[in-house]
């Protein structure tokens, strides 16, 4: 059995208060209830899925263009196209056990017990997450890839900090907010059927989890002392540049026996990776914005990383309520 084993501080608060003090937390909860899915009755897991097809457009494939992928073959290119395939999903199962331990954890330490409510059902979602990806991985696909060091390294500092305010910033506004982008970049361009309707499901918890996020720290920065807030805004500069490098596919270059330096830079310089990795965080950015954590000297940093010209984008929480005001409407 592959186990690894974290030692981690958690302050566990009881919540005698029971009435009911956030309001909007407490609808996040019932949207919650609503949405549960049972993976096995909505997705259509008979779908004979093709491997080896380009998962998306051409111009988006790491090495598009290179004199190596030049000089590579059908079938080389076609194994490589399920390799990446392979390492992507593995990276979303893997982020999705993180997510798993951290709700958990929220669970715990959060004050309020409209959090606390609200976290139950993001375990739940979760589970079915980790469920799902994994299945179609060893069931669709054959493999998966082990987790990504840039990956490993953020979910242990999520997990490890004591601090439930540092676990909503680490996972529900940094994590979540990249795989929500990603996932519906994934939605818009994958040719795969299967994937498409099971990412339409994920989707829909995810935007919940980042408006939780949102939700519980809007304003709270504001009342925390300089060196508190300058702390958390160093946190999300880094996990940032972590998550930026996690999509280089070193892993997969050296499965291939491939220059693994030479196939990262290319990956790192080609174009439509570029607008790839800065489209993912198209969610973070706004939601930092909104909770007070976009200062100056942050924007500065950001600007560096090619993402602040997201700034002015609509949050998740505000695309949530957009999105159900349309669905209502038409009701």
């Known amino acids: 059995m ?40 909505r997705l259509p897991w008979d779908t004979k ?10 111009e988006l494939f790491p090495l598009y263009g290179s004199a190596i992928y030049q000089r590579m073959s059908d079938d080389e290119k076609s194994r490589l196209n399920i390799e990446i395939n392979s390492w992507t999903l593995s990276q979303f199962l893997h982020g999705e056990q993180g997510a798993l ?4 954890q929220l669970v715990d330490s959060v004050p309020d017990i409209d959090s606390k409510l609200y976290g139950g059902t993001q375990v739940v979602d979760e589970a079915r997450h980790v469920e799902v990806y994994a299945r179609y991985l060893h069931e ?3 493999f998966a890839y082990p987790i990504s060091p840039h990956l490993k390294t953020l ?37 795969e059927p ?32 300089e060196k508190e807030v300058r702390e958390r805004e160093d946190f999300v500069y880094e996990a940032a540049r972590l998550m ?10 050296e499965k291939m026996d491939m220059p693994v330096d030479e196939c990262s830079r290319i990956a790192l310089e080609n174009q439509g990776q570029k607008m790839f990795r800065a489209l993912l965080f198209s969610k973070i950015v706004p939601a930092v914005k909104k909770i007070g954590l976009l200062s100056e000297r942050q924007r500065v940093r950001f600007h560096e990383l090619g993402i602040l010209a997201f700034e002015n984008a609509s949050d998740p929480f505000a695309e949530l309520e957009a999105a159900e005001a349309a669905q209502a409407a038409t009701a």
Do not use: C
């Not at 690894?4 to 302050?11: M, Q, T, V």
């Not at 899925?49 to 051409?58: I, R, Y």
């Open 2 to 41: 592959n186990v690894e084993h974290l030692e981690a501080l958690l302050d566990v608060t009881y919540t005698w208060s029971y009435e009911e003090t956030r309001e909007k937390l407490r609808e996040l909860y019932h949207k919650g209830q609503r949405g549960q899915w049972v993976p096995e009755d």
């Open 49 to 58: 899925v093709e491997l080896g097809g380009p998962p998306g457009p051409p």
């Open 101 to 104: 331990l951290a709700a958990a």
């Open 140 to 142: 669709k696909i054959g």
């Open 155 to 191: 979910l242990d500092l999520i997990l490890k900090d004591s601090r439930w305010d540092m676990k909503f910033l680490g996972m529900q506004i940094m994590v979540e907010g990249l795989a929500l982008a990603a996932f519906g970049m994934i939605r818009q361009n994958t040719y």
């Open 194 to 225: 299967l994937l498409r309707e099971l990412t339409t499901y994920v989707m829909q918890d995810e935007a919940r989890h980042v408006a939780f996020g949102i939700l519980s720290l809007n304003d709270y920065y504001r009342d925390q002392p």
């Open 244 to 253: 930026r490098d996690r999509f280089l596919f070193q892993q997969v270059w």
